[in-house]
């Protein structure tokens, strides 16, 4: 039993002390026989206070600590480092929650936060004084990451993780790498075209020996945990040979006779059921859409590459970490949202840039020229009514560029901006300078009252009531409507649920923490980059994509890794085994041997997430938590029942 336990209550810098009377809780907590010392600070997790709760352990031999202060999600791992730091085990340290769990809850209720910070505090003491002096569960990890994604996020990550050392499987369910960026010509900021900087990212994967590239393949099943993970992954056929003689392609193309809408340039195009990839897209290979063509075999007749007796090949791969870069999708305008889909010439912003791709001297659309443009903003996005209530950052400064491109590139264009507020964050501001400096005209909606989209005869009018003219009616009359849409989470995204990562209430992949732990999820090994986890442009892609790999490569560099000891142990006494604990168990992390003649359930550790659903469901008790044992948390019990 701990005698010299150090306890800490902080005042989060008023987060909790306006609320919860910090003296009074350490006055309380200080009559307990195992508390040696106890403190209010300012600021626990300050350099400060650290360095001064490092002195305090050694200067006074504390065997067991408590820190009162915000969340564990936050700051347990910063404690922890504290007393190890200190040469105490850092399993002795215990973190108690008074600012989410009383302060941030009991606003309203001084007094009675003031006493539930004290239960919570003396429950923290109770489980720290029987605490144990652990050590982590140690594993084998297979120095090889799997990158499931090649966009600009997932090439990056690729490069990176390879220059450092790893093994790096770079995974695409698509025929093509470069996600949503191979779409793009110009690009804001740096005026490189999206073709350049795939090419780039393209020739950097394809050169280094420590990256595998699988196209046209995905992750089909899942197993292990951080450090060893086996992920069996389904590779589709392009049904055509390595060497495809250019000249019999085109012909195979040609007398193809199935017409598909091109999802490369948003279905305003179509493509044969056999096609070749656009210049932005690499491989530079031809892929046969299986799920279309009729196999009527005429391609075979002209082009001796085409090859329908290649097969669907399964791979096992084994990883120690995995990243998730899987993009996003722009979203898709509902049936008459602002006339889409019932009005010829409204068509979403995707389809504007690559319609800007095919015209050359004239700006043309469905066989007119176009002059009157009307941009309408925030479809998709800071919905009143919709889902995604989230700004999606990156359609504003984007959209105004094309704009300006559209400008310049044609004569007697006139750019009529549809806005709520428009929000070129940073260095983008820049744009919108130019833009309105080029005579574009911009009209801003109130929140609840969005522009309108009508047809009137021949014509399609916009209407708007202006704020910036005070609530003055206006309208253009546009020869093409280009609603700004904003990204929303990939439809298809089946690898989320098969690793089973948490998505936020944006429905994209959610981080543990958007400031300390921003590319971790829950699931030990997996992290997230790019859009994926919410919607960001080219440069924070990237940025995040770096720090993902960073984040893996440090968990597999070593060889080894420590994981945590709360897990679940079996009492091989009075084990008998049922099979109970191994139908709770979500991670599989429960094995059923035979000892002495005796059919028993064994703990597998480096599986284990220490998530207690096992032990309620045995009949004979025979399962307990490691360092949250029944007897720690019958102590805490007492301690919350006991009067303050």
Known sequence: MKKKVGVYICHCGGNISDYVDVEKVRKAVEKDESVFLAKTTMFACADSNQKEMVEDIKDQNLDGVVVASCSPKLHLLTFRAVAERAGMNKYNYVHA???????????????????????????AIAKVRNAESLDPVRVKAIKAVAVIGAGVAGMRAAIELAEAGSEVYLIEREFFVGGRVAQWDDLCITEETGKELITRLYDEVMKHKHVTLFTGAEVVENS????????????????????????????????????????????????????????????QLPAIDVKNCTRCGACEKVCSAVDFFQKIEYLNLKVGSILLATGFDPYEPKKGEFGYGEIDNVVTFPQFKRIVHYCDDKLMYNGKEVKNIAYIYCVGSRQVDGDNKYCSRYCCTANIHTAITVKKKYKGIHNFHFNRGIRTYGKAEIWYDESSR?????????????????????????????????????????????????????????????????????????????????????????TIAGASQ????????????????????????????ALEPTVARVDEQKCKWCGKCDDACSYSAIDKIELDGRTIARVNSAVCKGCGMCLPVCPSNALDLIGLADKDMENMIDALLSNV
């Open 438 to 526: 080029l005579g574009d005209i911009y009209l801003q909606s109130f929140e609840h009252d969005p522009p309108a989209v009508e047809k009137q005869g021949d014509k399609t009018i916009v209407k708007i009531k202006d704020v910036l003219t005070s609530d003055r009616e206006l309208e253009v009359v546009a020869d093409l409507v280009v609603l700004v849409t904003g990204m929303v989470p990939r439809k298809e995204n089946s690898i989320g649920n098969l690793l089973k990562i948490p998505k936020g209430r944006d429905k994209f992949f959610n981080e543990i923490h958007m400031k300390l732990r921003p590319v971790e999820t829950v699931i030990d090994g997996v």
């Open 224 to 283: 292990g945990s951080v450090g060893n993970f086996n992920l069996k992954v389904k590779v589709t056929p392009r049904h055509f040979n390595l060497q495809c003689n250019p000249g019999e392609l085109q012909k195979a193309i040609d007398v193809c006779p199935v017409e598909v809408p091109d999802e490369f340039n948003f279905n305003i195009t179509k493509r044969k059921a056999i096609y070749h990839n656009y210049p932005s897209e690499y491989p």
């Open 534 to 561: 919410g919607p960001k442009n080219i440069m924070e892609s990237m940025n995040s994509a770096l720090s993902a790999a960073t984040k893996s490569f440090s968990l597999i560099d070593s060889g080894e890794l």
């Open 97 to 123: 929650n008074i600012r989410e769990q009383v302060s941030w809850a009991h606003s309203d209720n001084k007094p009675g936060a003031t006493e539930k910070a004290i239960k919570i505090v003396k429950a």
